[in-house]
């Protein structure tokens, strides 16, 4: 893990370790598996900060049955959330009746999580879980809460494994933070 880094002016400090997200990815891809027993779930992963995450936790997850699609929203610009979600790329697949995984990067504000949950639930799914890797619950302004989190954090940006601060530095295998000092 390099002790800083450096990316357009701003300096990010380590904050987690590739092994301890690896633990964590385990625990939650087994809870899933346990709950995902006997049935042929579609993994729905959010582009693009989740594909890190989604890959490791799909293939942990080890169901051969399941199917894997992509969908794209962005809230997002520079290191703070706009408060307006966009649906870049949608399902395009029909999933009713199907056990729907949504997998994302992080769970900040909550908006983009009930945007997509609103919609799925639209369309007649089976079930719906929610999983991310980060979720900040102090930063919530709608109370959503995933079925799963790796992680709980703070309110502070954050960079590496799949999450980026203008499309760059997602190759990071760790986390860094915003260096406040």
């Given at each position: ?16 370790k ?20 006997g ?42 959330s ?69 992680f ?30």
């Amino acid at each position: 893990m390099e002790a800083k880094v450096k990316v357009n002016g701003l300096s990010f400090v380590p904050y987690l370790k590739r092994d301890e997200i690896e633990r964590q990815v385990k625990r939650v891809a087994a809870e899933l598996r346990q709950d995902l027993e006997g049935k042929e779930p579609l993994f729905l992963c959010v582009l693009n900060g989740a594909f890190i995450f989604a890959a490791d936790l799909i293939r942990e997850v080890g169901i051969n049955e399941c199917k894997i699609n992509f969908v794209r929203y962005s809230s997002y610009s520079g290191t703070s959330s706009t408060g307006k979600v966009k649906e870049i790329m949608g399902l395009t697949e029909d999933i009713e009746g199907k056990d729907v995984v949504i997998i994302e990067d992080i769970v900040d504000t909550g908006l983009t999580a009930e945007m997509m949950m609103e919609d799925l639930r639209s369309r007649k799914p089976r079930s719906i879980k929610f999983v991310t890797l980060l979720h900040k619950p102090e930063s919530s302004k709608t109370g959503f809460k995933p079925d799963y989190a790796a992680f709980e954090i703070p309110p502070k940006f954050i960079i590496g494994y799949g999450l980026d601060l203008d499309g760059k530095v997602r190759n990071l295998s760790d986390i860094y933070v915003i260096d406040e000092d």
